[in-house]
């Protein structure tokens, strides 16, 4: 199970966990600190989804842009815009195609 440290610092197999941190324990060894209030049970992280799902803008849709959006969305994807606009629908058809490849 994962617990949450609600307050202060708990130590816990010999380790002190501050404030805000999350850690793994049995129910049976945070029992105290549960009813304490320096805990709580929180849902595991690896039962959320691995990965959100975002629709790119087609290539036609990135050139409609103004200049200043097609810069912000290749910073968002990690690219260094070009000053030009042509490059940068260049920069982004090279990503798009890049990433319709890697679908599964």
Same mark, same amino acid.
Request: no cysteine; charged share 35%.
């Given at each position: 199970?994962?617990?949450?440290v609600?307050? !202060?610092?708990?130590?816990?197999? !010999? ?16 029992? !105290?600190?549960?009813?304490? !209030? ?8 690896s039962?959320?989804p *691995?990965?959100? #799902? ?25 690219i #260094?815009?070009?000053? +030009?606009?042509e ?9 798009? *195609?890049?990433? *319709? *490849? +890697?679908?599964?």
């Amino acid at each position: 199970m994962q617990f949450k440290v609600l307050q !202060g610092y708990v130590k816990h197999e !010999g380790a002190l966990i501050p404030k805000g941190s999350f850690f793994d324990a049995e129910l049976h060894e945070v029992k !105290g600190l549960l009813s304490k !209030g320096f805990v709580t049970k929180v849902e595991p992280l690896s039962e959320l989804p *691995d990965e959100v #799902e975002v629709e790119l803008p087609s290539v036609e849709e990135f050139a409609k842009l103004k200049a200043d959006e097609q810069k912000e969305l290749l910073q968002e994807l990690g690219i #260094e815009p070009a000053s +030009n606009a042509e490059e940068r629908i260049q920069q982004y058809t090279e990503f798009y *195609d890049q990433a *319709d *490849d +890697n679908e599964v």
